[in-house]
Nanobody
C-alpha cells in the first residue's frame, strides 16, 4: 500500500514562510494539500495534477506554491506571507501507484502549522 509521510510544519510568525513536504512510497499521479483548523471543516488548499498543473484555493493564491519532484515521489507546498488564519493541521492526499497497484484517496498523518501574530 502507498504511504505518505509529511514534514515541514512548525511555528512561524506572521509574514514568515514554511515549506511542507509529502513523500510517497510510490509514484504519484495526483496530490492535494488540505488543511483543517480547530472547529472547522477540512478544506482543499492546493492540488497538482499528474501533468504538473497546479490549482489553489482563493485564500492562498499568490502566497502558496505547490510543486512536485517525480524523481523523489515528493510534492511540496511552499507557503509564504503566512497569516494567523493559515494555522491548521495540513494533510496531503494522493492517488499513487506502487508494485503495479493504484491507490486512491491516500492520506498522510498531518503536520501542524501554527502562525503567530
Amino acid at each position: 500500500q502507498v504511504q505518505l509521510v509529511e514534514s515541514g510544519g512548525g511555528l512561524v510568525q506572521a509574514g514568515g514562510s514554511l515549506r511542507l513536504s509529502c513523500a510517497a512510497s510510490g509514484s504519484i499521479f495526483y496530490m492535494g494539500w488540505y488543511r483543517q483548523a480547530p472547529g472547522k471543516q477540512r478544506e482543499l488548499v492546493a492540488h497538482i495534477t499528474s501533468g504538473g498543473s497546479p490549482n489553489y484555493a482563493d485564500s492562498v493564491k499568490g502566497r502558496f506554491t505547490i510543486s512536485r519532484d517525480n524523481a523523489k515521489n515528493t510534492v511540496y507546498l511552499q507557503m509564504n506571507s503566512l497569516k494567523p488564519e493559515d494555522t491548521a493541521v495540513y494533510y496531503c492526499n494522493a492517488e499513487a501507484m506502487t508494485l503495479g497497484f493504484r491507490y486512491r484517496d491516500v492520506w498522510g498523518q498531518g503536520t501542524l502549522v501554527t502562525v503567530s501574530s
